[in-house]
């Protein structure tokens, strides 16, 4: 499958643990995105990288959140201190460029449920 | 700032039939305008886009969106529905002005339900 990638599918915790996810892009797309989508609404863009570099982060939901991409290759999501609000469906996608003429691929999610 | 409003949460229609799901944006800048398709358990997929060039535009599966701008909509629509087509839609805007994020803004989504 040469589709963006998302790692794990579902996670549960519990509040006030730290999680981590992992989305892999399409192996020659430059741009990432991370969205999170609540239940009944449209995807909320969060932040996005342009290779290693992270060009957008004050969308972040709070400080809670933080983002990585080292290597301009996959990117991390890690929510510190969970709390049961930031149960949502947590989405990546990626582009080859800036811009609409690319379009942004999007992962399967990872769900996150905090109990 | 930029919006999207759809203006059904949830529309039913017999397969065969029309669809029509609606959608008005605000932009303060000439917006491109995107409907993304969700089905369960799938990624988001990219139905059609508009990007400032013909206002009627085509994308897979047989939907079609129409760029109006003197009424702000961009509803999609398809001559005959499948029952395939179930899923739930979501209009897009990106608004590139200022050079800022590219990131979309969603509207709510349109849950579509084909009946047999």
């Known amino acids: 499958d040469t589709g963006v990638s998302q790692d794990p599918r579902h996670k549960i915790t519990k509040r006030g643990q730290n999680v981590t996810f992992r989305c892999d892009p399409i192996s020659e797309h430059n741009r990432l995105y991370w969205y999170r989508q609540t239940l009944g609404q449209g995807p909320e863009f969060l932040t996005y990288f342009q290779n290693e570099a992270q060009l957008e982060k004050s969308r972040l939901l709070s400080d809670r959140f933080s983002a990585e991409r080292p290597k301009g290759s996959f990117s991390t999501l890690e929510i510190q201190r969970t709390e049961q609000g930031d149960s949502a469906m947590y989405l990546c996608?990626?582009?080859?460029?800036?811009?609409?003429?690319?379009?942004?691929?999007f992962g399967p999610g990872t769900r996150l449920t905090v109990t | 700032a930029q919006s999207v409003t759809q203006l059904d949460s949830h529309v039913s229609v017999s397969e065969g039939t029309p669809v029509l799901l609606r959608c008005n944006y605000s932009s303060s800048y000439s917006p491109s305008l995107f409907w993304y398709v969700q089905h369960p358990n799938k990624g988001l997929q990219l139905l059609l886009k508009?990007?400032?060039?013909?206002?009627l535009v085509k994308g897979i599966n047989g939907f079609e969106a129409e760029f109006k701008k003197s009424e702000t909509s961009f509803h999609l629509t398809k001559p005959s529905a499948h029952m395939s087509d179930a899923a739930e839609y979501f209009c897009?805007?990106?608004?590139?002005?200022?050079?800022?994020?590219?990131?979309?803004?969603f509207g709510k989504g349109t849950h579509l339900i084909i009946q047999p």
């Open positions: 897009v805007v990106s608004d590139e002005s200022g050079g800022g994020a590219d990131g979309l803004t």
């Open positions: 996608a990626s582009s080859l460029g800036q811009g609409v003429t690319y379009e942004q691929y």
């Open positions: 508009y990007t400032s060039a013909a206002t």
